[in-house]
């Protein structure tokens, strides 16, 4: 291996160790318990994943009726993981369009 090889090799070990999260394309395959497919091949529970509020369900009650502001995730919805580097959580940044 020569003198620019090894450089190269420094280098990309550096910009790889810099690396501080992963962003990577998931499907809930359950929505009750959660269970989130990432990467195709990986299940993720919810006890490795991290749920914002705004992708969990919210009802309102009036008068007796029960009205339903947001819809949680669903089975089959795909979604946006971020999951941070030597970490075992995966953030579940939003539902993408059908």
Request: charged content about 25%; glycine content about 10%.
């Amino acid at each position: 291996m020569g003198l620019n090889d090894s450089v190269k090799a420094i280098a990309e070990g550096c910009v790889n160790a810099m690396k501080l999260a992963d962003v990577m394309p998931g499907v809930v395959v359950s929505a009750g318990p959660l269970v989130v497919r990432a990467d195709q091949r990986l299940n993720l529970d919810d006890d490795f994943l991290i749920v914002p509020e705004h992708l969990t369900e919210q009802k309102l009650e009036i008068g007796g009726s029960e009205i339903l502001l947001r819809k949680g995730l669903e089975a089959g919805d795909r979604v946006v993981l971020i999951r941070q580097q030597g970490a075992l959580n995966f953030y579940v940044a939003g539902r993408l369009a059908p």
